[in-house]
């Protein structure tokens, strides 16, 4: 029998890969093998609504279709080292797993705060299920949470804290929440959304160490006070989880570099022909917008880059792959909405609505539309996602 | 025919899927999701991609 396509990582993308083999066609055997022990779910509901409720596999998990009924999955295994010159990776098992053809799909892990105080019970960051229960088990009301990094991720769990009662603070170097993204104007009124709910914001300041015998007790912050804390979440961003293929001739600086079909490059810009990476942890250029390789940490990515690897793997890819970011981010009753790569504008402008109320503003490099976000007016956001086609 | 159900208690009107799927769904003129309960096979693979699309994982096609 031939060796198996061999998926690492079994969430989203490495799901998406094994459905997406199946619909075009790819009959031979196919593994997953992922460190969690569950079975593929889904994240963002971890900072949001299932955060809000109670935290369980069954409300994230994503629905089995039957066309990977055969799917081999081994889960709770994590994944050592990688030899693609002879097509096999090594389980910390040391169970050895040769493959024909080899996805990426291992995505990233948190940044944790690098502190001299701490081995601290009450920390928390927020990637995984188990992350999520941990957290929700301390997010009792009136508990003192202090959130530093006010990425998306960390907003939305400010958001969700606050609706369950807690005290919430968040702390981050930037000048407004989500500012890199979202662009000064709707961030700063995000911000203001953020404080009429009462959380309250720490900006421009880093946080120097904690506080605390055993359990964190404060956090120490870059100006010499500190915010008194029972529950700290750390959302400083994501390492990408490559380790395990280090000592190959591959590009790892950020992420894994890959071409436009998705295929790992070696140092030399040659491609490895079996060998594929998708969702978080792929870097890859889309030439809807320039040659420069990036990583897009959005939901839609690992749909779109399985769907890829699937065609060029059954030699049915046609064109470039131009895929549209889009995200979207749940705070309050406050729904955003947005395509396109937000951050590579250089000028932000309110295009519909009203700043106080429902809003659409457009993202601009050089005078040419890169993005559109919105709260509300979905189908004045949509109107304008033909642009990123 | 294929029976397509969506939860509206998890739907956030998003309207991704309205890009996969444009003769089940769409989006009404209060922004408001509508589609239609059924659909001739043929329409099959595009609901199945506006489930890969739902940021609510919302959809299900019941059989
Ligand atoms: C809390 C949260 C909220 C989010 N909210 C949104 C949102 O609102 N909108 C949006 O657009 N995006 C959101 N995202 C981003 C989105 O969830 C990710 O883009 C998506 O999960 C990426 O999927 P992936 O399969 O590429 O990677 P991952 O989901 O990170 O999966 C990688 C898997 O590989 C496993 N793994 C890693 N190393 C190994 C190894 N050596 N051996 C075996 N297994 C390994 C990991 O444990 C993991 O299970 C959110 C993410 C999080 C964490
Ligand atoms: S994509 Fe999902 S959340 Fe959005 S409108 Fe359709 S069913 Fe609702």
Redo the contacts between chains.
């Keep these: 029998m031939s060796h198996p396509v061999l998926i690492v990582g079994a969430s989203m993308g490495g799901l ?1 890969t094994a459905e997406a083999l199946r619909r075009f066609g790819y009959v031979g055997p196919i593994t997953v093998i992922g460190d969690e022990p569950y079975a593929p779910y ?1 994240r ?1 509901p971890l900072s949001k609504e299932v955060l809000a409720e109670t935290v369980s596999h069954e409300a994230v998990a ?2 089995q279709r039957e066309s990977t009924a055969d799917v081999n999955w081994v889960l709770g295994t994590r994944v050592e080292s990688a030899d693609l010159e002879h097509n096999i990776v090594t389980d910390a098992n040391g169970d050895v797993h040769p493959y024909s053809a080899l996805v990426i799909a291992t995505g990233l892990r948190p940044r944790r705060l690098n502190v001299a105080n701490g081995e601290l019970r009450g920390r928390h960051a927020v990637r995984t299920l188990d992350d999520a229960i941990a957290l929700r088990a301390d997010l009792k009301p009136g508990a003192r949470v202090v959130i530093v990094g006010a990425g998306f991720i960390g907003c939305e769990v400010a958001a969700t804290a606050r609706t369950l009662g807690c005290d919430v603070t968040v702390v981050a170097p930037g000048i407004s929440p989500m500012q890199r993204s979202l662009g000064t104007e709707l961030a700063a009124e995000m911000q203001r959304r953020h404080e009429a709910k009462g959380v309250v914001f720490r900006l421009k300041t880093a946080v120097t160490d904690l506080v605390g015998e055993s359990a964190v007790e404060g956090v120490v912050l870059d100006d010499g006070t500190t915010v008194p804390c029972d529950v700290l979440v750390e959302a400083i961003g994501s390492h990408e989880n490559t380790e395990w293929l280090e000592g190959n001739d591959l590009n790892l600086s950020a992420g894994v570099l890959v071409n436009n079909d998705l295929r790992a490059m070696r140092q030399n810009g040659v491609p490895w022909n079996n060998v594929f990476v998708v969702g978080d942890v792929a870097r890859f250029p889309n030439p809807a917008y320039d040659d420069d390789a990036r990583q897009i940490e959005h ?2 990515i690992p ?1 779109e880059t399985a769907k890829r690897v699937a065609q060029v793997f059954t030699e049915q890819a046609q064109g470039e792959f131009r895929p549209i970011p ?1 995200f ?1 981010t ?1 705070q309050y009753d406050n ?1 955003l ?1 947005a395509y396109g790569v937000l951050a590579l504008a250089d000028d932000v402008k309110l295009i519909d609505g009203d700043i106080t109320g429902d809003c659409v503003f457009g993202y601009y490099r050089s005078g040419k539309m890169v993005g559109v976000c919105g709260i ?4 004045v956001v ?1 109107s304008y ?1 033909a642009n990123f086609v | 025919m294929i029976k397509i159900d969506v939860d509206m208690a998890k739907c ?5 899927c ?2 996969e799927a444009p003769s089940v769904f769409e ?1 009404n003129n209060d ?1 408001k999701l509508e589609y239609t309960a059924t659909a001739d096979d043929s329409e099959r693979a595009n609901v199945e991609a506006a ?3 739902c ?1 609510m ?1 919302a959809i ?1 096609i019941v059989e």
Excluded: A
Excluded at chain 1, 376 to 379: A, E, F, L, P
């Design positions: 998406r889904n963002p994503f629905e939901w839609n749909t889009s979207w749940d729904h909405l509300g007016m979905r189908s949509q996602r | 956030q009107h998003y309207g991704q309205v890009f989006l922004d489930i890969d699309v940021p994982q299900r």
